[in-house]
């Protein structure tokens, strides 16, 4: 089945502080308001966020779509860093870099111990320390149910996802979602590297196009139908 993309985001910043909210600029906030509606709005119980690629914007985009949970829905929201192999969140948002999902996931810790709280509302889990396997521990943390437990604490759950490409678990990982948005950032990653990620999903993804252009390029149009 062909898809379309749920929307464009033209704002390519990530949480530069602007006075209105501590951790993700107005302006991201703003670009994030359609695509948010379109993967369930105030009714998203989960949600994965992928892309091809490092740098597409992905983990922006998801830290905006928890944000505007509490901030436009008045829902509680746990932001989950899945992307074990390359952590970012913790330095990003001045959280404690562990204990995280892969203490979680060895059983070292309990899962209070591993939900920071971010602002009002919302809050995350960082992917922690994983040692020298990373899949094992996305391995543990699925087989132990880490996202339907915070499914019982949270109106919704967002899992930062590890990008499809380079990362051998990538793609199986995306698929363990129903709802999933593939974030494309046009005119920087290369047409290939997008067409082979897309295709390596079995469910075709929502789509969210990352770019300053105001048309949706042909190769794209082609791609998703």
Same mark, same amino acid.
């Given at each position: ?15 530069? %502080? ?24 105030? %009714? ?23 944000? =505007? ?19 970012? @969140?913790? %330095? ?56 339907? %437990? ?57 789509? @969210? ?13 082609? =791609?998703?139908?």
């Amino acid at each position: 089945m062909a898809v379309k993309p749920v929307a464009k985001v033209s704002v390519l910043v990530g949480t530069d %502080q602007d006075g209105a909210n501590p951790n993700v600029a107005a302006a991201m906030l703003d670009a994030c308001r359609a695509p948010s509606l379109a993967v369930g709005g105030p %009714q998203m119980r989960e949600l994965g966020v992928t892309s091809s690629i490092y740098g597409e914007g992905r983990t922006s985009i998801a830290l905006a779509l928890a944000v =505007l949970q509490s901030q436009d829905y008045g829902r509680t929201a746990v932001l989950v860093e899945m992307s074990v192999e390359a952590p970012a @969140l913790a %330095q990003r948002l001045h959280l404690a870099p562990a204990p995280g999902l892969c203490e979680w996931a060895y059983d070292e810790v309990s899962l209070d111990q591993v939900m920071q709280p971010l602002q009002e509302g919302v809050s995350v889990v960082v992917a922690g320390n994983p040692g020298q396997t990373p899949a094992r521990a996305i391995s543990e943390s699925l087989r132990r149910g880490l996202i339907g %437990q915070l499914g019982k604490r949270f109106d919704s759950v967002i899992i930062d996802l590890p990008p499809v490409s380079g990362i051998p678990w990538g793609a199986a990982l995306a698929s363990e979602f129903a709802n999933l948005l593939f974030v494309v950032r046009s005119g920087v990653t290369p047409a290939s590297t997008v067409r082979k990620a897309y295709a390596a999903i079995p469910t075709p993804p929502k789509v @969210l196009l990352n770019s300053t252009s105001s048309s949706l390029p042909g190769w794209l149009r082609r =791609l998703i139908g």
